[in-house]
């Protein structure tokens, strides 16, 4: 972070103190654990937590001042402010207006951290990129990420969350975006949101932000994006199915990899990705757009986007004894879970689709329906065997009769399932294991049962 006067940031926060030195502001921190001398301590408070409790904690590990939304007693400054949360916004939208620096941001209903990580990958290979680490992509992390910039960046990749109406807005007003992603308009979230034209509003929020110079990068093969009004500003489409600017032709799974053909302006250049599916295809495709529009060609994107990673718990294809299992359990919707299923078919070596489930969360008044969809989908993708644990188990049982199903809280009855299916050779060499819910059902615990006893 680059250093600030304590008078800019009581300017730029339209905080309140008494204190009229000449402090300097090293860093910001919202933790208590991560504060370092030269900090300024953001009080935030939650639902469970009040941060103004903490100012003394804060000060003892080297804070230098401290944003509270309550007269605190302490021996640094207190900047006081009605609320901490809405200062933190207005320290972190000022301190962006300091960074020489161009803004990438990536919002949709699912895979934001893969493009997003497929983005920093394909700039990497010509800028210096800095990004959103882990899942910092909401109202505390976003700005969090933006203070700990400087000028040693060219570019940064943001990932934007939300869970409702409103929370795109006040990020990308904090961003200043120059490109925004926005990778697709599906289910998740529609609980809270209540349609998808409603959460088709939520993510049209970023370009509130939007340079209006900059470019807007959409997923062609979207129904909602493809139809949606999105002004004056220039955009493109990337896509597999429907006419884009920049497309993929030719897709073909070898091993691990993702080949395919990418065709810019007339030109074809051939290329693979380290992961399959095609999702995957059109994350890379948004990607590679990004790269073009900050002067990178499709060959160079290719190349930089084989030294991709996916993340943890998104997508991970390990072979143990013959057995693929895919790891994908760091969330789940309908869509992920349905794109997720068609592509089990590319991990299988002659052997059967196998799916592992648990239930999908924030789903509301849709969660009967969209869970046997989720049966369905099973049937539909050729899934052999399959079990589900959830409350919703009843609703995945009528879309797929023949399947397991246990309680919510049958945990033990599931893993022990597991255990006897790979003991009775029901899951075997050859075989492709998808093991996929939302975060909340810890399915990795069940992933380190069947790896126990392959």
Same mark, same amino acid.
């Given at each position: 972070?680059k250093?600030?006067?304590l008078?800019?940031?009581?300017?730029?926060?339209?905080?309140?103190?008494?204190?009229?030195?000449?402090?300097?502001?090293?860093?910001?921190?919202?933790?208590? +654990?991560?504060?370092?001398?030269?900090?300024?301590?953001?009080?935030?408070?939650?639902?469970?937590?009040?941060? &103004?409790?903490?100012?003394?904690?804060?000060?003892?590990?080297?804070?230098? #001042?401290?944003?509270?939304?309550? %007269?605190v007693?302490?021996?640094?400054?207190?900047?006081?402010?009605?609320?901490?949360?809405?200062?933190?916004?207005?320290?972190?939208?000022?301190?962006?207006?300091?960074?020489n620096?161009?803004v990438?941001?990536?919002?949709?209903?699912?895979?934001k951290?893969?493009?997003?990580?497929?983005?920093?990958?394909?700039?990497?290979?010509?800028?210096?990129?800095?990004?959103?680490?882990?899942?910092?992509? &909401?109202?505390?992390?976003?700005?969090?990420?933006?203070?700990?910039?400087?000028?040693?960046?060219?570019?940064?990749?943001?990932?934007?969350? =939300? &869970?409702?109406?409103?929370?795109?807005?006040?990020?990308?007003?904090?961003?200043? %975006?120059?490109?925004?992603?926005?990778?697709?308009?599906?289910?998740?979230?529609?609980g809270?949101?209540?349609?998808?034209?409603?959460?088709?509003?939520?993510?049209?929020? $970023?370009?509130?932000?939007l340079? %209006?110079?900059?470019?807007?990068?959409l997923?062609?093969?979207d129904?909602?994006?493809?139809?949606?009004?999105?002004?004056?500003?220039?955009?493109?489409?990337?896509?597999?199915?429907?006419?884009?600017?920049?497309?993929a032709?030719? $897709?073909?799974?070898?091993?691990?990899?993702?080949?395919?053909?990418?065709?810019? &302006?007339?030109?074809?250049?051939?290329?693979?990705i380290?992961?399959?599916?095609? !999702?995957? @295809?059109?994350?890379?495709?948004e990607? =590679?757009r990004?790269?073009? !529009?900050?002067?990178?060609?499709?060959?160079?994107?290719?190349?930089?986007? =084989?030294? !991709?990673?996916?993340?943890? =718990? +998104?997508?991970?294809a390990?072979?143990?004894?013959?057995?693929?299992?895919?790891?994908?359990?760091?969330?789940a919707?309908?869509?992920?879970?349905?794109?997720?299923?068609?592509?089990?078919?590319?991990?299988?070596?002659?052997?059967?689709?196998?799916?592992?489930?648990?239930?999908?969360l924030?789903?509301?008044?849709?969660? #009967?329906?969209?869970?046997?969809?989720?049966?369905?989908?099973?049937?539909?993708?050729?899934?052999?065997?399959?079990?589900?644990?959830?409350?919703?188990?009843?609703?995945?049982?009528?879309?797929?009769?023949?399947?397991?199903?246990?309680?919510?809280?049958?945990?033990?009855?599931?893993?022990?399932?597991?255990? @006897?299916? @790979?003991?009775?050779?029901? $899951?075997?060499?050859?075989?492709?294991?998808?093991?996929?819910?939302?975060?909340?059902?810890?399915m990795?615990?069940? !992933?380190?049962?069947?790896?126990?006893?392959l």
């Amino acid at each position: 972070m680059k250093a600030l006067s304590l008078k800019e940031i009581i300017e730029c926060t339209k905080a309140s103190c008494s204190f009229d030195g000449n402090i300097t502001v090293t860093g910001v921190s919202s933790d208590t +654990r991560t504060i370092k001398k030269g900090d300024l301590f953001i009080a935030l408070v939650g639902e469970k937590f009040d941060g &103004n409790d903490y100012v003394s904690v804060a000060e003892k590990n080297g804070a230098v #001042a401290a944003i509270c939304s309550k %007269p605190v007693e302490a021996n640094i400054p207190v900047l006081l402010v009605d609320n901490t949360l809405l200062a933190f916004h207005r320290l972190a939208a000022y301190y962006r207006t300091l960074l020489n620096i161009k803004v990438v941001a990536v919002t949709g209903s699912n895979g934001k951290t893969t493009t997003r990580d497929m983005i920093k990958a394909v700039l990497s290979s010509k800028y210096r990129v800095y990004s959103t680490e882990k899942n910092y992509n &909401n109202e505390i992390g976003l700005p969090n990420t933006i203070l700990q910039m400087d000028d040693e960046y060219d570019i940064a990749v943001l990932e934007m969350g =939300m &869970n409702h109406l409103g929370e795109i807005s006040r990020l990308t007003n904090i961003a200043k %975006p120059d490109v925004a992603h926005i990778t697709n308009i599906g289910k998740a979230h529609i609980g809270n949101l209540g349609s998808q034209e409603n959460i088709l509003k939520a993510k049209l929020e $970023i370009l509130e932000g939007l340079n %209006p110079e900059g470019l807007l990068i959409l997923n062609g093969d979207d129904e909602y994006l493809r139809k949606a009004e999105t002004g004056e500003f220039k955009k493109t489409f990337v896509g597999i199915k429907n006419d884009a600017d920049l497309m993929a032709e030719d $897709i073909e799974v070898i091993g691990g990899n993702t080949n395919y053909t990418a065709v810019w &302006n007339g030109e074809k250049t051939r290329g693979a990705i380290p992961v399959i599916g095609n !999702y995957n @295809v059109l994350n890379s495709l948004e990607a =590679m757009r990004c790269g073009i !529009y900050f002067g990178i060609t499709p060959d160079e994107a290719f190349k930089a986007l =084989m030294g !991709y990673k996916s993340v943890g =718990m +998104r997508c991970e294809a390990e072979v143990i004894n013959g057995i693929t299992l895919v790891k994908d359990y760091y969330n789940a919707s309908p869509d992920s879970s349905r794109v997720a299923l068609e592509a089990l078919g590319d991990y299988t070596k002659g052997g059967k689709k196998v799916a592992l489930l648990g239930e999908m969360l924030e789903l509301g008044e849709f969660s #009967a329906k969209e869970h046997k969809a989720l049966g369905e989908m099973c049937v539909k993708n050729g899934v052999a065997l399959s079990m589900f644990i959830g409350d919703d188990f009843d609703s995945f049982k009528e879309g797929m009769p023949e399947s397991e199903v246990f309680a919510k809280d049958e945990r033990e009855a599931y893993a022990e399932r597991i255990k @006897v299916l @790979v003991k009775d050779g029901k $899951i075997s060499k050859g075989d492709a294991v998808l093991i996929k819910a939302s975060r909340g059902t810890k399915m990795e615990e069940f !992933y380190e049962v069947i790896k126990s006893v392959l």
